[in-house]
C-alpha cells in the first residue's frame, strides 16, 4: 500500500474506536465554580472567577515565570442548562481554552476544579 493511501482494512482498524479529540482549536477545560460555604454564586464572585483565569503569570509583572497562564472563557453552563441567576445558582461550569496551567486557587469564597479536559491529538 502507497503512503497515505486509505483503503478497507485503514477503515476497518479505526471503526467506532473512541479516542480523546475535540472540535475545538487546542486545549479545552471545564472547570466548575462552586460557592464554598453559605450563599451562592453572585455576579461578582463569577467576574473575580472569570478576571482570575484570564489573567497572565499570576500577579502580571511578567517576573512569573512558572505562575499561571491565561485561559479564554469559550462558554458557561449550569447542569441542568437554567439560566445563570446571580444570588441563587450554586454551580457553573466553564468552558476554558489555553495551554498551560489554570489558576484554580479559590477565589471570592468560590471553589475552582477541572473536571474534564479535551485536548487534540494529531
Not at 9 to 36: C, E, M, P, Q
Amino acid at each position: 500500500m502507497a503512503y497515505g493511501m486509505i483503503n478497507d482494512a485503514t477503515i476497518s482498524v479505526n471503526y467506532r474506536k473512541h479516542f480523546i479529540a475535540t472540535s475545538d482549536a487546542g486545549r479545552t477545560l471545564i472547570v466548575s465554580v462552586t460557592k464554598s460555604g453559605s450563599g451562592n454564586i453572585t455576579d461578582a464572585v463569577l467576574n473575580a472567577v472569570t478576571a482570575q483565569l484570564t489573567l497572565t503569570g499570576g500577579a502580571g509583572t511578567g517576573t512569573d515565570k512558572d505562575g499561571p497562564d491565561a485561559f479564554t472563557i469559550a462558554g458557561l453552563g449550569t447542569a441542568t442548562g437554567a439560566d445563570f441567576v446571580s444570588g441563587t445558582t450554586t454551580v457553573v461550569f466553564l468552558k476554558v481554552q489555553g495551554t498551560g496551567t489554570p489558576n484554580l486557587t479559590t477565589v471570592e469564597g468560590a471553589t475552582l476544579a477541572k473536571v474534564c479536559e479535551f485536548t487534540p491529538r494529531f
